[in-house]
């Protein structure tokens, strides 16, 4: 029998004796609630993965969300909240972290949740045999023998996580960390089911196979159209989860998009470039802007499969130089983006990025710079600098390609060819380095600066551009131990301006249109870190 929510309870005292949550109120603030608690927003894309070891996109982690559970999880404001975790004991030392998990924690097929799915979901990560995108952050997590594991040097069973029991987990770390709790929210240290994993390989996420531990269950998935995840009556929590059902549609165009959300057919989609302040003079209460912890740039490709112009830094500076970014920010994305002057977000918590000299010119003087260092590099009009820009398929990045582009031909005469791709070809693209310059964003995987400068180390995952620089990669190592990280990411950042491997071209906010009866969207959390299970629809 299904236990009496207190929505049922709430249904009840009111005189409405209804199914689910018709006529119900909400149990914290008393209001009304819609009959049908189904979410529907939409997708640029399909998502790389339902696989949490191997997801690596940020629409597809909102997904796995959904589907998994780690140890901890956010709330709203992005506060670190139990997840399979009731909490965990530090050592005297800092170095080993002891979790204890609920006794109640549950897969969608009744198997209990237990340790051992955490050890063998994080040695699965850390295995060079699943060749997981995210293998690098479980190094970045310090785990004792990360390293060595994904070297192929120790066996994955030396990784420095064990199950004393089926309710403890002991982590054991190769420095202190203060961030690592944090760290705890990604879908790389999501548990595993072993034994779904071994019996269907691969095919183990499709919607008949999957089991999952999550506040959702995979219901539906038809590629390029949908993916529907339903409540898991299994969750622990189950009786505090309000939405029935989030569906995402695949729509890749932004302006479509927006006309499905207008005639009803979505709660939330992405304004498109350009349009906030209309949106916003027009739907007051549903046009939303607001900080994000991501970025925007290009990066360039500095292997040897990378255009030899590139392998210069006078070449690169002026690129940078040249872009102005206020006229992206304010014409041509205008939804409240912030110029990006570093490649770590202002709105990241305990740093300031430094101020470079860029910030202090006028854009003119930046011109008149960006000419002479270019002349300076041998490249004029005589000899002109002609590369390729590979972007994903989007309205938004089109707009901000052709953009770059005519800024670089009209004021340094540089002829900048683009090409678009859908995002999976994109990705691989640009993974094995076949682009001159392309497109880049990261969203932080947990509120600290690490986040995004170890993703231009020399042996970061995400490292596409393959910069290389020896003071770069100790200062992001020392970081790891040093009591004040302050000098060291500052240090950090002024390299990254004065070799430029990336131009940072804005950071992120987070502008949608969103339906007014969608309730505790985390418009608060920069991390954008969203559950369906905290969401819930209003009575119209």
């Known amino acids: 029998m299904k236990p009496i929510t207190k ?33 529907t927003y939409r997708l640029l894309d399909d998502v790389s993965s339902f696989d949490p070891q191997i997801v690596e996109d940020v629409d597809g982690a909102n997904v796995v969300r959904d589907l998994f559970e780690g140890l901890m999880n956010q709330d709203e404001d992005g506060n670190l909240v139990p997840g399979v975790a009731t909490g965990y004991e530090l050592s005297d030392d800092k170095m080993t972290y002891t979790f204890t998990l609920r006794d109640n924690a549950v897969w969608s097929n009744g198997d209990p949740v237990v340790a051992g799915d955490f050890v063998f979901g994080w040695r699965r990560a850390a295995d060079p045999a699943t060749a997981s995108p995210y293998q690098w952050f479980v190094e970045l997590m310090s785990i004792e023998n990360a390293s060595e594991v994904i070297a192929g040097d120790l066996a994955p069973e030396e990784l420095g996580v064990s199950a004393p029991d089926d ?80 569906v995402g549609l695949i729509i890749n165009d932004e302006n479509v998009a927006l006309t499905r959300y207008l005639a009803g057919e979505l709660d939330r989609t992405d304004v498109p470039a350009g349009q906030y302040p209309r949106l916003k003079e027009e739907y007051p209460d549903e046009a939303i802007s607001f900080p994000r912890l991501c970025n925007y740039y290009y990066t360039f490709n500095l292997s040897d499969s990378g255009p030899e112009a590139f392998k210069d830094p006078m070449v690169r500076k002026a690129l940078s130089l040249a872009v102005d970014r206020k006229i992206i920010t304010e014409n041509v994305m205008a939804g409240g983006q912030p110029e990006a002057y570093s490649f770590t977000p202002e709105a990241v918590a305990g740093f300031t990025p430094p101020s470079s000299d860029m910030v202090n010119m006028t854009q003119a003087e930046r011109d008149a710079k960006a000419k002479e260092l270019l002349a300076e590099a041998g490249y004029g009009a005589d000899n002109p600098l002609s590369f390729e820009m590979v972007y994903n398929t989007s309205e938004a990045h089109e707009k901000v390609a052709v953009v770059l582009s005519q800024m670089w031909k009209q004021k340094l005469g540089v002829e900048a060819t683009l090409a678009n791709m859908e995002w999976k070809v994109f990705l691989e693209e640009r993974g094995n380095q076949n682009f001159d310059l392309a497109r880049g964003a990261w969203c932080g995987d947990y509120n600290e600066a690490s986040t995004f400068l170890d993703l231009i180390t020399t042996p970061s995952g995400y490292n596409d551009g393959k910069f290389s620089n020896a003071e770069y990669d100790q200062l992001i190592t020392d970081a790891k131990t040093a009591e004040d990280t302050t000098p060291l990411y500052t240090r950090a950042e002024e390299i990254i301006a004065e070799e430029t491997p990336v131009i940072p071209i804005y950071h992120y906010a987070g502008v949608y249109m969103m339906d007014s009866d969608v309730g505790n969207w985390p418009v608060d959390n920069v991390e954008q870190n969203w559950y369906s299970k905290n969401l819930y629809k209003l009575a119209e």
């Open 7 to 39: 929505l049922a309870i709430a249904a009840l005292l009111s005189g409405t004796a209804l199914s689910g949550v018709q006529a119900a109120t909400h149990p914290e603030t008393g209001q009304e609630l819609a009959a049908d608690q189904t979410f």
């Open 167 to 246: 309710h403890t987990l002991v982590v054991k770390l190769t420095t202190p960390l203060p961030y690592f709790p944090q760290m705890t929210t990604h879908s790389t240290t999501f548990p595993a089911p072993q034994k779904v994993i071994e019996e269907f390989g691969a095919e183990w996420t499709k919607p008949e196979n999957i089991v999952s531990n999550g506040a959702y269950v995979l219901t539906e998935y038809k590629p390029g159209e949908r993916i529907v995840r339903e409540r898991n009556e299994t969750y622990w929590d189950n009786e505090n989860t309000i939405l029935d059902k989030t």
